[in-house]
């Protein structure tokens, strides 16, 4: 998809044709709710807040101008509903991260299938994005996932470029040793 | 040091934004430490980007379009005492509080003139109130100096306990503000919206979704 179709499309939908929005919210709905999981943890209120961040675009969407990428504006505002998201919970005291060993062995275990390491491995990943703070996760989400590149990133977590790359490094650096820790070594 | 190893580096390597490749990839070629960790980097991200992604629905676009459609088709915000009585009286007790407690600022005169300092203490209403209202009565231009943030820790956020009735909140404010009541017997929904009327148009879009967002918190 080209970000020139996306903007086609907000201009459209900036007119009042409904099936353009339609056509945005199909095309990023699944890079978004991805993004807001690995940033929150849990699929259900990654989507809340996925269509929260579509919502809130919709909007403002007479503000839009094409001077940025659109998935940035887009994952902007998704990230800084992940961010609400997170402090409010943490203020409830409700993201309550399950203890490790629950974590880790949860799935697996034992089992030689190869289904059970995927599992495996995806809980160890899953524990070890949780483990990084979300500075560091946002930055290697929005990498590794979303593919965005340095710039890009900038936008979305308003930062200078180089400050992208050292976190992303620190970040690469954490989840590897977590890994370990977590008993990845094998990964 | 002509040929430092580049573990440092291999972030950005990988990621097709070092500054430096063609020093990093000569250095990993003769470098075995080096080329071991890129690899273990590389086999990282492959892992990550391995994570299941969240299935594609197309219930998940119908609930967005008919979130919005739901706003659209709402009425402009302080009527929403209308639709929704419970909410009255908060609504325009955030209104008020809102304005008075995030900073306002007289634009009406330069150079702009700071009324109310943001305050740390969370102050009765009737303070609030008659300070909001001296400041329309003068003709100010009310404008927010900060960005607000309505959080859960605030103390004025309505006790749903005890909600504020939109009675009990027009006769704070007829009080403290009579100038603004008119002459009938009661300050109604029309002086309220004529209120709000004076405020910039962005002014009362932030508040609108303050507004649409702590009800949808609520
Ligand atoms: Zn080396």
Redesign the pocket.
């Known amino acids: 998809m080209s970000q020139n179709d996306d903007w086609e499309l907000v201009a459209r939908a900036q007119a009042g044709d409904t099936t353009a929005f339609t056509e945005l919210v199909r095309r990023y709905q699944v890079p978004l709710v991805h993004f807001c999981q690995r940033m929150v943890g849990s699929l259900q209120d990654a989507e809340d807040l996925a269509q929260d961040a579509f919502v809130r675009l919709h909007r403002h969407l007479n503000r839009l101008r094409p001077d940025a990428r659109f998935s940035t504006v887009l994952f902007g505002i998704a990230r800084n509903l992940t961010l609400n998201h997170l402090r409010d919970s943490r203020r409830r005291g409700r993201h309550q991260a399950l203890p490790l060993d629950e974590q880790v062995r949860a799935p697996g275990g034992d089992n030689p299938g190869h289904r059970a390491r995927l599992e495996e491995i995806e809980t160890l990943l899953k524990a070890g994005l949780d483990s990084l703070s979300a500075e560091h996760r946002e930055v290697l989400v929005l990498r590794e996932l979303q593919g965005l590149d340095y710039e890009s990133i900038a936008q979305v977590v308003r930062c200078r470029k180089g400050t992208v790359k050292s976190r992303i490094a620190r970040a690469r650096e954490q989840l590897r040793l977590r890994l370990l820790e977590l008993g990845g070594q094998e990964l | 040091m002509k040929d ?4 440092d580096e291999l972030s950005a390597y990988i990621d097709g934004e070092a500054k430096d490749a063609d020093r990093i990839t000569r ?2 070629q003769h ?1 075995e ?3 071991r960790h890129r690899i273990e980097l590389l086999k990282l991200g492959a892992h990550l980007r391995a994570l299941p992604q969240p299935e594609e629905s197309a219930a998940f676009a119908a609930r967005v379009m008919a979130r919005i459609e739901a706003q659209q088709t709402a009425r402009p915000f302080w009527q929403l005492n209308l639709l929704i009585p419970a909410f009255a009286g908060t609504a325009v007790l955030l209104l008020v509080t809102t304005l008075a407690l995030y900073g306002l600022s007289l634009t009406a005169s330069s150079p702009p003139m700071q009324i109310a300092q943001p305050r740390n203490t969370w102050v009765d209403e009737e303070v609030v109130v008659s300070e909001l209202a001296a400041l329309i009565n003068s003709g100010a231009d009310v404008s927010m100096v900060e960005e607000p943030v309505l959080a859960a820790e605030d103390p004025l956020a309505p006790d749903p306990e005890a909600p504020v009735t939109m009675d009990e909140m027009l006769t704070v404010m007829a009080a403290a503000a009579p100038e603004l009541a008119p002459a009938e017997p009661e300050f109604g929904e029309e002086d309220l919206e004529e209120m709000i009327s004076t405020l910039a148009s962005d002014e009362v879009g932030t508040l609108e979704e303050l507004l649409v967002e702590y009800m949808h918190e609520g």
Request: positive net charge.
């Open positions: 430092r190893h580049v573990l250095h990993l470098c430490s080096c080329a």
